[in-house]
């Protein structure tokens, strides 16, 4: 069954580093998100990708934050300058014309 | 702006009863209401879906029920067993140019007692 695949599946960072955080979509769907969810909070959205470019971001996903499809199969998440309340399990999920599909997740451990 | 609300953040039920998970939401727009299941250190995995122009669907012992002018929908599991102990969520999607985007509830942690 086709799955979408993360990693790392833990990212321990110091603050104020750069994060890359790496996902392979399921390979036919045209969709792509990032989703993050902070110890304890719910599941939020962060951005949505489509055609090569960002077609939708959550106003948590500020200009510390970038996504980038550089080969045609990976779909990354870049932290660029990390803070304390940057840790959280990063989801990526990507669909064909309705349902999301995630993968396993990212902890992010930012000290 | 809570769009999706799951008001109970636990459930503990009996192996064999039926469990209900509920959930509201506040936007009308929403054209597709899921239910994903998440077990610790995992991501979300999807379970069952309802289109907003339809009050019911069943999978299995899986059922989703959807009163739009109450805009709430209900997950039953029937019956229960110990392996549906988990986080639940409530998320509801609007189709549009950006794709999928879900909005998700705070999640309803599943307990079924053996």
């Known amino acids: 069954e086709p799955e979408v695949t993360q990693t790392p599946s833990h990212q321990v960072t110091q603050m104020g580093q750069e994060v890359i955080l790496r996902c392979v979509p399921i390979s036919n769907h045209l969709y792509f998100y990032w989703y993050r969810q902070i110890l304890g909070q719910k599941v939020e959205f962060l951005v949505s990708?489509?055609?090569?470019?960002?077609?939708?971001k959550s106003e948590i996903f500020d200009d510390q934050f970038s996504v980038e499809r550089p080969d045609g199969s990976n779909f990354t998440l870049k932290i660029r300058s990390t803070k304390l309340e940057d840790s959280a399990m990063y989801f990526c999920?990507?669909?064909?014309?309705?349902?999301?599909?995630f993968g396993q997740g990212t902890r992010l451990t930012v000290v | 702006d809570q769009q999706v609300k799951q008001n109970s953040p636990s459930l503990s039920v009996q192996e064999g009863r039926i469990s209900i998970l509920n959930c509201d939401y506040t936007n009308s727009m929403f054209d597709y209401f899921l239910w994903y299941k998440k077990y610790p250190a995992e991501g979300p995995t999807f379970l069952i879906s309802i289109s907003s122009i339809k009050d019911k669907n069943e999978d299995g012992r899986f059922t989703v029920f959807l009163n739009k002018s109450a805009k709430h929908l209900s997950l039953h599991i029937v019956p229960s067993q110990p392996g549906d102990s988990a986080v639940y969520f409530c998320a509801a999607s609007r189709m549009n140019n950006a794709g999928n985007m879900l909005t998700f509830g705070g999640g309803t942690r599943l307990m079924v007692k053996p």
């Open positions: 990708f489509y055609n090569n470019e960002i077609s939708e």
């Open positions: 999920a990507s669909s064909d014309e309705r349902w999301a599909f």
